[in-house]
């Protein structure tokens, strides 16, 4: 996108939010970069300079726009739409795993060398992998600043920087204010940043509340009626008006409180340690689909007649995912063959036996556990599982592979690869394979057309309903099918397509 001047300079010109994050506007008369949408008066064509991220502006020596704040534009949907090196090291450098575990853990994790990650992210994004982790430690930072009360010392460390010196430094260099006048202008603003990643202020210790930016459309009823309808007892809940979860973080745990909003998804964040903030958001953001391309998705879907009605009526639906993928890839199996709240009731009660406790920050709240771990539920005996020998053995032969490793399921998953292992246990067949690719490994193309729920909408519809024809017909949706998926469930009278009241 970033090299396609003309399209850039239109997109400036006209102000368009759909392209924030797919570049970025440096100013070369100022030193400073903006989205494409920033309000300020657009600066001449011949002082303007395209790139393709926030790291590789900062590495420019541009500073961010105060007016437009473009370090909280949603990220890049690329990301989340592809599955080759770049994309998968992205994933994993917003996933921390940069300041966790270094360049070369990044590149072990995706078996290539720390020289050919460098050389990748430097030829799309022009920065390395240590520019990008950089950039957004310094958007921690600021939201830290921004939202919570806490010390500039313990900011500095929760953010990921290793000295007080350094975090001063970037803040400084990166946003031209010190810490300290980032926070006074906060004030000033009511301590209520405007658009972007960050709003509003920690109530108590360890609660950050935060506004989490999306490309707009978002229709949220199938969204947050999937995440409702399923939500495992003392794991998830719905409560006044949110979808409330507890989380399993690298420093610790949370409890996240996500509320739909018409421009904005509502994020109330209580972490054990602040450590875990990025981390944390990222997974919501994935949890949402929230840096989708609802324009492209919409588009492609809308020139086939008998799904354009249906886009039409609600556009922007997105395709509810997860926090962790083992998590779901254990649930997926839970559900096969038998209804939501027969699934529901199986999940509850390896919570209750296996899960670890948690304390819910809200005293009216019904978060008891986070989800068990795949170790605690290979060491179970599997005679206490109420169901089916068959689907017994789906389940323990399952957990095992993920508890030893030879599984891998996460968002640096080669999507192919894991199709292939999930394909070769004992009771995956195409549905269970698929579903886990679409909500647990994020594949925007997975596709399940042997659905009863597809199935039946597909003939509602006059699409061909046997799952060879409707592949075929799928042909033309992709590489959107999972998006397909969303909008052919949502004509069902179910609980999954209604947002709870």
């Not at 657009?42 to 395209?50: A, G, L």
Request: glycine share 8%; hydrophobic share 40%; net charge positive.
């Amino acid at each position: 996108m970033y090299t396609d001047k003309e399209r850039c300079v239109r997109a400036v010109q006209s102000k368009d939010a759909r392209f924030d994050g797919w570049f970025f506007t440096a100013v070369r008369t100022t030193g400073i970069y903006c989205r494409p949408s920033c309000p300020a008066v657009p600066p001449k064509v011949e002082n303007m300079t395209f790139l393709p991220s926030a790291a590789a502006c900062q590495q420019s020596g541009y500073r961010a726009c105060k007016r437009c704040r473009p370090d909280t534009s949603p990220g890049s949907p690329e990301w989340n739409a592809r599955a080759d090196a770049v994309a998968r090291a992205m994933r994993l450098i917003q996933d921390g795993v940069v300041d966790r575990e270094g360049v070369p853990g990044l590149a072990t994790r995706l078996g290539y060398s720390s020289r050919q990650v460098e050389r990748q992210l430097n030829a799309e994004l022009g920065a390395g992998p240590l520019a990008l982790a950089r950039a957004q430690r310094a958007q921690t930072a600021r939201l830290l600043i921004e939202t919570s009360g806490l010390p500039m010392g313990d900011i500095a460390f929760a953010a990921g920087f290793s000295s007080i010196r350094t975090f001063n430094d970037t803040v400084r260099e990166v946003f031209a204010l010190a810490p300290s006048e980032l926070r006074t202008r906060a004030a000033g603003r009511g301590a209520a940043p405007g658009a972007g990643a960050g709003a509003g202020s920690a109530q108590v210790p360890g609660t950050i509340s935060l506004r989490l930016p999306f490309r707009a459309p978002l229709t949220p009823d199938n969204l947050f009626g999937h995440l409702a309808a399923t939500a495992v007892p003392g794991v998830e809940e719905w409560r006044a008006g949110a979808y409330r979860r507890t989380l399993r973080l690298p420093y610790g745990t949370g409890v996240v409180a996500l509320t739909p909003r018409p421009d904005h998804i509502g994020c109330k964040l209580a972490l054990t340690d602040l450590r875990d903030l990025t981390i944390a958001i990222s997974r919501c953001r994935r949890l949402l689909d929230l840096d989708a391309d609802p324009e492209a998705v919409d588009e492609q879907l809308s020139a086939d007649p008998l799904l354009a009605p249906l886009v039409a009526k609600a556009p922007g639906r997105r395709v509810p995912r997860t926090v962790d993928a083992e998590e779901f890839a254990v649930r997926a199996v839970l559900g096969q063959q038998v209804s939501t709240a027969a699934a529901r009731t199986h999940a509850a009660r390896l919570v209750r036996a296996l899960g670890e406790p948690v304390a819910d920050p809200d005293p009216e709240g019904g978060l008891t556990h986070l989800f068990p771990t795949s170790q605690a539920l290979a060491g179970m005996d599997p005679e206490s599982l109420a169901m089916p020998r068959s689907r017994r053995t789906t389940f323990t032969t399952l957990v095992s592979a993920l508890a030893d490793g030879s599984l891998p399921l996460g968002i640096d998953s080669d999507w192919e690869a894991a199709r292939a292992r999930l394909g070769a246990l004992p009771g995956f067949g195409p549905w269970t394979t698929e579903i886990i690719a679409m909500r647990a490994l994020g594949d925007p193309d997975a596709f399940i057309p042997a659905d009863l729920g597809i199935r039946r909408a597909a003939k509602g519809l006059g699409l061909p309903s046997t799952p060879a024809a409707l592949t075929a017909r799928a042909a033309h949706w992709r590489p959107w099918r999972a998006y397909a998926v969303q909008y052919l469930w949502a004509t069902e009278d179910h609980a999954i397509n209604v947002l709870p009241v």
